[in-house]
RNA sequence: CCAGGGGUGGCGGAGUGGACAAACGCACCUGGCUGUAAACCAGGCGGCCUUGAGCCUGCGGGGGUUCGAAUCCCUCCCCCUGGACCA
């Protein structure tokens, strides 16, 4: 199944290969969503590892969304919770930036819809039912731990639109008739909810093409690194995966990513300070990088080694990780690789946005934290 | 609406009339050491400059008392805990 192989390369969790098999077994219409909120400048995570997978789903012939969460931004509080700033910023940035990454990458942009949240509930009385619906078929309890969806922690003293924005979520997937719902793995709390409740609703269930009630497939990608030394460090294997989600990248901290828009000057000036221990490989954010990013987007990279110049290519993934561990490869050298890759996939769209209607409204957010 | 607690620098958290530009910790920045980063050591960390026992801004907002306020009073706003109200 070549289908299933483009649909979950490069992913970090499939919820269920099970299902997704019997999906496409069954020929059915794949229709894929991944939702952002709107807030600051688009980082490699948002912009180009997104990206790179709804390459992969296009090739797999699926139909893909790119759903911009305009109210779940205003209920987060971003762009200083101004909800015409918001939707401006959708419209206007979102959609441009996603286009380009899109077509950099070698996806059809064209053939991407883009969705905005508030067009979507607009005199939608299915939409808020099934809100309804999904809220019935769960519990405050769940639903209060699975705010960290949305990068916050319950003790900071949410206000109740915050509990809402889960079952919206999961709303979006049902409303938009998505079985394939894509995120960054931090989203899996939501997903795991569409999954549970799928079989329960009745005003807008998720049907296969013999109209029987299935559960939405979760794709879910691996979350960059953030290129910062860990809080703890040195840490266990266990203790990293615990907090390993509060080490994404993240736009907050902006030496922890680089954004889409960066300078080959800034690029280097991140890498160059990035955390990366020589023959450390289970936490080394250049590495991975290398690894989750660069090796899917180009095919192949060279790096110099003690033993010459070698060349590794996707399928070799696991050699270069070894390598590095093994000491053959040093970290000044992963991270010029790293820093001349990226530059090769980011020139182009820094070019891009370098026309003065862009740069308006990219200096603008970049002054904007959350 | 009531009662109690609270709002201090990027964060956590001291300070409760003068020695506070504000302890301490974290984060961050600079330099040294490493073929990167980290660790470690030295320094910095509100702004300004003519670098000084200098000036300005500053402890939720506004007003006041005082020679002097983050610290006292008034008032407003917001957060937390409980209660009341409503059913």
């Known amino acids: 199944m070549d289908k299933i192989h483009l649909i979950t390369k490069n992913l970090e969790e499939v919820l269920t290969e099970e299902d997704l098999e019997s999906l496409v077994r069954n020929k059915n219409k794949l229709v894929h969503y991944i ?3 709107i807030s600051g400048l688009l980082h490699l995570g948002t912009g180009l590892a997104s990206s790179l997978k709804i390459r992969d789903f296009q090739k797999a012939g699926v139909k893909c969304q790119i759903f911009l969460a305009d109210w779940h931004s ?3 509080d971003k762009l200083g919770g101004d909800l015409k700033v918001i939707k401006e910023t ?20 064209q053939k991407v819809d883009f969705i905005l949240g508030s067009e979507l509930y607009h005199h939608n009385d299915l ?18 731990r699975s705010i960290d969806i949305m990068g916050r922690k319950l003790k900071e003293g949410v206000d109740f639109a915050k509990l809402c924005y889960p079952p919206m979520q999961v709303a979006d997937i049902f409303a938009l008739g998505v079985n394939l719902a894509h995120a960054g793995l931090d989203q899996r709390k939501a997903h795991v909810i569409a999954r549970d409740v799928a079989l329960n609703l009745k005003f807008k269930p998720l049907l296969d093409k013999n109209k029987n009630k299935i ?28 907090i390993l989600i509060d080490l994404k990248m993240s736009k907050s901290k902006p030496e922890s990513c680089v954004f889409i828009h960066d300078s080959r000057e800034e ?7 990035a955390f990366c221990p020589p023959q450390e490989t289970l936490f080394n954010p250049p590495l991975d990088w290398l690894v989750n990013l660069i090796l899917p987007l180009r095919g192949e990279v060279k790096i110099k080694t003690t033993e010459g110049i070698k ?33 090769q996939v980011l020139e182009p769209i820094y070019k891009h946005f370098q026309k003065e209607s862009f740069q308006k409204i990219i200096n603008k957010l970049k002054l904007v934290q959350k």
């Open 74 to 76: 205003y209920i987060n």
């Open 267 to 273: 690029i280097e000036t991140k890498i160059l300070k």
């Open 35 to 37: 939702g952002f909120e």
């Open 311 to 343: 060349t590794y290519n996707e399928a070799k993934k696991k050699e270069l990780i070894s390598d590095y561990e093994k000491g053959i490869i040093h970290p000044l050298d992963l991270k010029e690789t790293l820093i001349n890759e990226l530059w």
């Open 90 to 109: 959708a419209v206007k940035y979102y959609k441009e930036a996603f286009k380009v990454c899109l077509e950099n990458i070698g996806a059809n942009s």
């Open 215 to 242: 559960k939405p497939i979760a794709l879910h990608h691996h979350l960059l690194l953030g290129l910062y030394k860990p809080p703890k460090w040195p840490i266990t294997k266990e203790e990293l995966k615990e």
């Open 127 to 144: 939409y808020w039912l099934t809100f309804i619906e999904i809220s019935k078929n769960t519990t405050l309890a769940r639903i209060q």
